[in-house]
T-cell receptor, first 108, second 113 residues
Framework: KNEVEQSPQNLTAQEGEFITINCSYS?????LHWLQQHPGGGIVSLFM???GKKKHGRLIATINIQEKHSSLHITASHPRDSAVYIC??????????FGQGTRLTINP | KAGVTQTPRYLIKTRGQQVTLSCSPI?????VSWYQQTPGQGLQFLFE???????NKGNFPGRFSGRQFSNSRSEMNVSTLELGDSALYLC????????????FGQGTRLTVV
């Protein structure tokens, strides 16, 4: 069993839909990252969380430390949101452990 | 402020050769981490350097090595390349003494033929 599990692995939705991607982890962490990867490979950090909730534009990320669970929500989804979303937990000093990623496709 | 710069972006090598990849961190960032991304295994941690010293190491064979220079730039080396080493290699830089947002480079896509 992977230390970091994401669901779903693939998600296709229509433009405007509310999107939720989930991440569960089984190890102790100091923080959790949500990352976005577009075709071509470049990775962008969307959020870093150690507790509670963060919002940036149409993106919202939450974390429940007791339940070892985090969610990434996208409101009013748009085709440009199509990407792979990766959850990564921070262990120790700067070591990231990654989920397998969620491939999101938003159709116009 | 310049981002994390990785060179080269693309590389094709033959089995048995060795390769060196370079990563220049964001100015002021002294921690550099390296990751391998393959379709089968996803993203995996290779190693992390701070102040020219390796602080953390993932579960990769000794053919994978790295180093960091006094200006925080880092290189990773893979010797005796295997077909399975074909991957996207990403580096990320951050401040070393606290958990912060991770800044990734665009990656080097290595193909071993």
């Amino acid at each position: 069993k992977n230390e970091v599990e994401q669901s779903p692995q693939n998600l296709t939705a229509q433009e405007g839909e509310f999107i939720t991607i989930n991440c569960s982890y089984s190890v102790g962490i100091s923080a959790l990252h949500w990352l976005q990867q577009h075709p071509g490979g470049g990775i962008v950090s969307l959020f870093m969380l150690s507790s509670g909730k963060k919002k940036h534009g149409r993106l919202i990320a939450t974390i429940n430390i007791q339940e070892k669970h985090s969610s990434l929500h996208i409101t009013a989804s748009h085709p440009r949101d199509s990407a792979v979303y990766i959850c990564a937990v921070v262990q120790g000093a700067q070591k990231l452990v990654f989920g397998q990623g969620t491939r999101l496709t938003i159709n116009p | 402020k310049a981002g994390v710069t990785q060179t080269p972006r693309y590389l094709i090598k033959t089995r048995g050769q060795q390769v060196t990849l370079s990563c220049s961190p964001i100015s002021g960032h002294r921690s550099v981490s390296w990751y391998q991304q393959t379709p089968g295994q996803g993203l995996q941690f290779l190693f992390e350097y701070f102040s020219e010293t390796q602080r953390n190491k993932g579960n990769f064979p000794g053919r994978f090595s790295g180093r960091q220079f006094s200006n925080s730039r880092s290189e990773m080396n893979v010797s005796t390349l295997e077909l399975g080493d074909s991957a996207l290699y990403l580096c990320a830089s951050s401040f070393p003494d606290r958990v912060t947002e991770a800044f990734f480079g665009q990656g080097t896509r290595l193909t071993v033929v």
